[in-house]
Structures are given as structure tokens and as C-alpha cells.
């Protein structure tokens, strides 16, 4: 499935009420769009790619914007946000963790946040 589509329906099931639909939601943020990306930078750093061609790579990555789609999720307290332990702690174990493994530079926002009310 193309990272894209695997970006869209993983927040449709991030979004859902039911527990399950968002533990799946979660698998498919790692196995259909983290895991492509970092097998992706690690291709192209090997490749020695130019910075035109990392830019060019950046702007198809559906998890460009995974932090600010986070921060909507962790700031809704409905059932269709992340309400219960559960939720924030598979998010924080499964995906946070590995996309700051991916993007270094984003482990400052991500720390941040826990100094939030």
C-alpha cells in the first residue's frame, strides 16, 4: 500500500472511539509509513543522494506532518482523541519513538510536550 494511502487510513483508525481500530491505526503508521521512510533515507543516504534529491524525497513523505497531526490527536479528549493510557502509550512506544529515531531534529518538540498542562 503506498505510504500515502497507509497515512490516511491509519488516522481515520487513530480516530475511531473503539481501542482496537487505533492499535491498528498505530500499525499502519509503522509498517506503511515509517518503516518506507527510513528504509527510504537509509537508501538514500547510501546513494550519497544530492540535497535536491533529499528535498525532492521530503515533500513526498506522508509523515511530514506526523507531529502536527499528533498534537490534534493528543489535544482532542473525546473518545475519538486519545482519552485513556492505552492509546498515549502505544503512540509514544510505537510511532513517536520511531519517528524521532527517523527525524533527530524533532526530539526537542516531542520533549515539550510533556511540560504541557
Known amino acids: 500500500c503506498p505510504p500515502k494511502l497507509a497515512y490516511d487510513a491509519a488516522w481515520l483508525l487513530l480516530r475511531s ?4 481500530d487505533k492499535v491498528a491505526g498505530m500499525k499502519l503508521l509503522v509498517d506503511g509509513v515509517l ?4 528504509r527510504t533515507s537509509v537508501a538514500t543516504a547510501r ?3 544530492s540535497p535536491s534529491q533529499h528535498a525532492a524525497t521530503a515533500a513526498l513523505d506522508p509523515a511530514l506532518h506526523l507531529l502536527d497531526d499528533l498534537e490534534t490527536l493528543f489535544a482532542d479528549e473525546s ?3 486519545v482519552c485513556e ?3 498515549c502509550d502505544g503512540l509514544s512506544g510505537r510511532v513517536i519513538s520511531r519517528y524521532v529515531a ?3 531534529e524533532s526530539a526537542r518538540r516531542v520533549l515539550a510536550w510533556s511540560h504541557r498542562d
Not at 472511539?17 to 482496537?20: C, K
Open 17 to 20: 472511539e473503539y481501542a482496537d
Open 35 to 38: 518503516e518506507p521512510a527510513r
Open 47 to 49: 546513494a550519497s543522494a
Open 79 to 81: 473518545l475519538n482523541g
Open 85 to 87: 493510557w492505552a492509546t
Open 102 to 104: 527517523l527525524r533527530p
